[in-house]
């Protein structure tokens, strides 16, 4: 039988130098959910991301992630990628002399090598590019050019969505997607990723901001604080914290040093 | 123990016993010059690590075998050398073979191609063109404390001429395949002189094969002189294997106005040394010094780079990159010259190398002489692995770490690539890169002789 979690994290812990970053973390999406996770700066909302997509910088101590069923913790992040995790990086990597094209083929055909299928024929994945390009609004010259080779904050962002759109993923985590975008382009990434959502691509969104949570909207609010979940709530709850801060949070925070999880259950 | 003396011996037998020998017949203007580069190679010796130049490169390996044949063609091998063809091949280029330094067709006169540009033997041009080989030949070259020069001056019997007259301009680029091939093994030099007279442009690419498996070394010096607002481009491919020994000095001399681009693939080879020097002896020059070199065994390949700003308002750059793997080592050494005059002198400089074993090695040696003050010059290098962060950002794409280093391998070779002036032949070096790289590339690939 299916679970019904997409993906379900238990008591997460993780450090990075042996300093604790997460301290037991738990949080559970379903498909076709959008959860957002809010939390002040160094609270180790990134280093979720990172663990979730097998990057070593920081150490899983305990805890377990199960993805469709599968121990997600036990994968390379190739494999985790393939199964349908995305991450759109806070800090998208410049790669002088991979080009784009090359970069999206590969990447592409790896997934579809995964899924036990043909590679795509030039002339489709040329279709796909351009539609997709479309869908952002891409601008063609930065699709012809290195990845994120001298590309502007911004326009980093929105390759990360456009890799998004390609490769179609089951879970996307945004981490701060919306950061050094101008309005104009908030909107059309914001858009872009509704587009590409199917109806049950589940979407961790991670932001400081309510502004993108306008757009894609979420069906749960997270605070990330210390490293752990410390309030859960809807789309209010990211109001509230635009409105007020986190003082509060902290304070309650430091009043029970319980763990919060979801009260959805 | 010092395995020189010996060799020393040897080539001094050779020098003796000369005009009997393998410089019967030599034209008078290549020979007034040899008793004295002979006595100079006497005198500087066969380089070893004291010499600055050769700080991390030892040459025993090569210079220490003992060969079978010395500087002399082996003429019944040229109907096999006809047949080879080069992997850069179906490239809209005039073509022409060379075997163990020597032109098949070695005594019959200087071809001339559409557009006016004349090629052939250097024993040809010394008939055909006196005064003009008089005029540029050994000129360019220097000794510089580096006996290999002067050997070459010395021994050397033939090699390529390359001839644009005045505004002459060929389009297509000239394809040298220098073969090494024999059943015997060569120490072959060759001397090559290429003239690119004002307002004329050239393009050549050489490609280094040894297609067969016996034990080689080659001594080349070629001078190029390129005169005002003329443009010159040189592009070698060095293919060959881990048993031979491939030497390179290159002298390329520039007036005003002018434009020149050296660059160096190095794909394979056991020794390699390139030594790229460009004199910048006119206002307002510019000139472009790249290489690429991809090593593991135990390879060393290394590059030596001297730019010489003499006169003001110059532009120069230096790229170089490897990659090294095994117990490969690779050597960097770049000199970058701004003399008192040479105001408003612009030179870069950049080497970076990338290292994927615990035991491959790469040096780096920057060198800064500047006598003028109103100068911009920079240089930077840099040696480490892979970066890992680009391998994760790869990977996070669901891209295998295999092919993912591959990826950021060939993307810092690209680097160098993408500055081959010849679209279809950036392509098809680009493939071949990517083929040493996956470690599919041979030196039988694509060869009609199939001597194995
Ligand atoms: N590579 C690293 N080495 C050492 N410490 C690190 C490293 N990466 C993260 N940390 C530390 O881990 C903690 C959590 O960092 P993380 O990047 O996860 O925070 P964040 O919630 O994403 O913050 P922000 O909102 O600023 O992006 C911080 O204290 C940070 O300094
Ligand atoms: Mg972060």
Known sequence: ?????????????????????????????????????????????????????????????????????????????????????????????EIPGVSMVNFMKTAINEQRKHRGLEPLSASEFLRQMREKKELVEID??????????????????????????????????????????DIDALRIVANGVNKIRRPDTSVIVITHYQRLLDYIVPDFVHVLYDGRIVKSGGPELALKLEERGYDWIRKEAEVSEETWTTDRK | MDYRPEVINR????????????????PDI???????????????????????????????????????????????????????????????????????????????????????????????????????????????????????????????????????????????????????????????????????????????????????????????????????????????????????????????????DSFASSNNITLHGGLVRNATWHRLNGENAETHSYGLFLADKHQHIANFVKVDHAAPNCNSTQLFKGVLDDNASGAFNGRIMVHKDAQKTNAFQSSNSIIMSDTARMDTKPQLEIYADDVKCSHGATVGQLDENALFYLRSRGIDA?????????????????????????????????????????????CAIQCN
């Open chain 2, 402 to 446: 295999k092919e993912a280093k591959l990826m950021l391998m060939f993307g810092f070779a690209h680097d160098v690539i993408k500055n081959i002036p010849i679209e279809a032949l950036r392509e098809r070096i680009d493939n071949l890169v990517l083929q040493r790289l996956r470690g599919e590339l041979s030196r039988c690939a694509s």
């Open chain 1, 1 to 93: 039988m299916q679970t019904e979690f997409l993906i379900q994290i238990k008591d997460l812990k993780a450090s990075i130098d042996n300093k604790e970053i997460l301290k037991g973390l738990s949080l559970e999406v379903k498909p076709g959910e959008i959860h957002a996770i809010m939390g002040p700066n160094g609270s180790g909302k990134s280093t979720l991301a990172n663990v979730l997509t097998g990057r070593e910088i920081a150490t899983v101590t305990a805890g377990t992630v199960t993805f469709e069923g599968k121990n997600l913790l036990e994968m390379s992040p190739e494999e985790r990628a393939r199964e349908g995790i995305f991450l759109s990086f806070q800090y998208p990597i």
């Open chain 1, 140 to 181: 063609s010259a930065l699709t012809n050019r290195s990845v994120n080779e001298g590309f502007s904050g911004g326009e980093k962002k929105k390759n990360e969505i456009f890799q998004m759109a390609m490769l179609e993923p089951r879970l996307a985590l945004l981490d701060e997607t919306d950061s050094g975008l």
């Open chain 2, 30 to 256: 290549y020979n007034r010059y040899r008793a004295e580069a002979f006595s100079e190679f006497l005198r500087l010796g066969i380089p070893d690590r004291k010499n600055e130049a050769y700080k991390y490169t030892n040459l025993e390996k090569s210079f220490g075998y003992k060969y079978e044949k010395y500087f002399s063609p082996v003429p019944g091998d040229f109907r096999e050398a006809e047949k080879f063809h080069c992997e850069v091949q179906d490239l809209d280029v005039w073509n022409m073979v060379l075997l163990n330094g020597f032109l098949p067709k070695g005594d019959e006169g200087l071809a001339m191609l559409p557009g006016g540009l004349w090629v052939g033997s250097m024993k040809a041009a010394a008939r055909q063109f006196p005064s003009l080989v008089e005029k540029h030949y050994n000129k360019y070259a220097q000794n510089e404390n580096d006996g290999l020069v002067p050997l070459n001056t010395a021994l050397a019997s033939d090699g390529l001429f390359l001839y644009a007259p005045k505004n002459t301009v060929y389009t297509k680029p000239i394809q040298i395949v220098n073969l090494l091939h024999s059943t015997q093994d060569i120490f072959a030099q060759d001397r090559n002189l290429l003239v690119v007279e004002d307002g004329a442009q050239m393009s050549l690419l050489v490609c280094d094969h040894a297609i067969s498996p016996q034990h080689y070394l080659t001594n080349t010096v070629t001078e190029v002189y390129v005169g005002r607002n003329a443009r010159f481009e040189i592009i070698r491919v060095q293919n060959q294997h881990n048993d031979s020994g491939k030497i390179t000095h290159t002298f390329i001399h520039q007036e005003r």
């Open chain 2, 11 to 26: 080539l001094t037998e050779l020098w003796e016993t000369r005009d009997e020998g393998l410089l019967k017949g030599s």
